[in-house]
């Protein structure tokens, strides 16, 4: 008996598995701005107050948005919806943060609020300072 030389020239090697049951197809395509954009917009909804948090958060959510829904739309990653209710979201932080910016200037830049400093700043105490807080408010709603 005879040992088979090595390499043996008949052997093919292990048998192929065939297709794979699974569907494998590599690495699943991903769409970091999409998520991206859906956390800023939330931020910039809760943060719109702190205007700068608005303004930034909002501006990058929407930019991140726009860019993942294009990719999205092109193939070449998933989650369109998730990038466009971001870019939604991070525009309406955008508009609240401008809105509360110009109503701000706006009443600091009021002949009422510059009473209400002139008031403030001949008072002299807690009470006088809080009359002065109760006018500011009524001279504002009427």
Not at 77 to 103: E, F, H, Q, T
């Amino acid at each position: 008996m005879s040992l088979p030389s090595y390499p043996d020239p008949s052997y093919s090697g292990p048998p192929s598995p065939g297709p794979d049951p699974y569907g494998d197809q590599g690495p699943a395509p991903r769409n970091g701005l999409a998520l991206a954009a859906l956390i800023l917009g939330l931020l910039a909804c809760v943060f719109f107050w702190t205007v700068a948090g608005g303004l930034l958060f909002g501006l990058l959510a929407v930019v991140f948005g726009i860019i993942g829904a294009l990719r999205a739309r092109q193939g070449r990653a998933p989650r369109k919806v998730m990038a466009i209710i971001g870019g939604v979201l991070g525009a309406l932080g955008l508009i609240a943060s401008v809105v509360l910016l110009v109503w701000v200037v706006n009443v600091v830049g009021s002949q009422e609020f510059k009473d209400y400093e002139r008031c403030v700043d001949r008072s002299s105490g807690q009470a006088a300072e809080d009359r002065c807080t109760d006018d500011l408010i009524d001279e504002l709603t009427n």
